[in-house]
């Protein structure tokens, strides 16, 4: 390990979802090195990569990113991209860490920025199932005790509150922070 510079993850989303826009991630690691990030490493493959960068801060890194993936495979991804320590302010936040435990019924949408009030309030109108939710600065943490594949509340929270993100269940996030704190975060 380097040493040098800040841990980031980079969060992307649509890729390797449905057999469509396959991305390899001994690719992607390959591509992150060429960027000149050091410290690559993937967790499965809906993309997620913790690295090291010398310099730059989240948002730069996101554009950075960004233009080069579509330059390379030809496809926009948006890709969310938070330094370690965000990542350990979420686990410590988690409002229900009475099911922490069960990782497939807890999910983090990470989000491009804090909704607002009036979004937060639409989105709740819709949650009348099981689910319950809370949204804490650029974070939505989702409890979908039926699991996110049966949860039509889950479907719904792209399109009613209108801030792009991209989900992952607690197993993901909880991996990802050991692999920051695994590169020296």
Known sequence: MSGKGAVFVALFSGINVGGNRIVRMAELRTFFEELGFSDVVSYVQSGNVVFRSAKGDAAGLTKKLEAAFEKQWGFHSRIMVRDAGWFKRLVKEN???????????????????????????????????????????????LHAPEGLGKSVFANLIPRTLKVPGTARNWRSVLALVEMAGQTGA
């Open 95 to 141: 409002p229900y860490p009475e099911v922490s435990d069960d990782p497939t019924k807890l999910h983090a949408y990470v989000l491009e920025r804090g909704p607002t009030a009036e979004e937060i309030a639409r989105l709740a109108e819709k949650c009348t199932g099981p689910e319950r939710f809370e949204v804490k600065r650029d974070v939505l943490y």
